[in-house]
């Protein structure tokens, strides 16, 4: 939970973003439907920094695409987050630190800044292991949670918790975050040619809920992560994440 809860997390919230306890388990955007089908085409990936930032705001381009609409459903206001990507495995940003081994995202909740660390030895193996776009969207999933009111949300909860309880708290957050990148990946899916190369989208399901421990921060187990995703994957929906009304064996 060091990623999120202990970020600084003082913002200005917008008057029609949701808040109060129904905030988590009845959230609008749950019930604005499915993300659009969006056209997402990724350039060939050569491995060299240029052509990763070229790529990460690319992504962001189509996140705003698939959660703009979905947000205006929702009547929650849209606000682009800042992006900023780093040639390197250093990972230093908003209470965050450590070195990385892959593509790993930090979202910073003050300044809605996306950060990117993009190591030159991931890098290579982008075309077989695609972390770029998964670690900007799951990133990108933080910003939309900050956007819904899910976020302040989850800080109060984590607050008021007991301390027995502070943990699933946190991990139903996580889940989430998961669930909402898998939703924008269904919508992009078709569009970024892994239909046609025969990649099993099981597989880069996997990625992505096993992304998380890139840092060795304990974010839950896998087969929950997966099973997330997989839900969010297929409905392209929020409204398929609504972790925080799920079982604790859920989230656990």
Known sequence: MTLILNAAIAVSL??????????????????????????????????DFGTTQRLA?????????????LLAKAKIPFKRAKLI????????ACGVSGKTYATTGVYCRKTKTIHIWSPVRSRRNELNRPTLLLSV???????????????????????????????????????QTTCFAAAFLGSVWDSL???????????????????????????GKQDNAEYWAKRAFSTRSAASCNT???PVKRVS
């Open 85 to 92: 990507v780093k040639d390197g495995d250093r990972v230093k």
């Open 14 to 47: 917008v008057a029609s973003v949701p808040s109060g306890p129904e905030t988590l388990t009845k959230n609008p955007i749950y019930k604005a439907g499915a993300l659009p089908v969006v056209t997402c085409t990724e350039d060939a990936y050569m491995g």
């Open 137 to 175: 969207a799951r990133a990108h999933a933080y910003h939309i949670q900050e956007l819904t009111g899910i976020l302040p949300a989850t800080q109060k909860a984590f607050e008021k918790a007991p301390k027995r309880d502070k943990q699933t708290v946190g991990l139903r957050m996580e889940m």
């Open 57 to 69: 705001e690319n992504a962001m381009t189509c996140l705003e695409r698939a959660w703009r609409p």
């Open 244 to 246: 925080f009304s799920a």
């Open 193 to 219: 040619g892994y239909t046609a190369e025969g990649r099993d989208p099981d597989y880069v399901l996997w990625v992505l809920a096993n992304m998380h421990h890139a840092l060795g921060l304990n974010k």
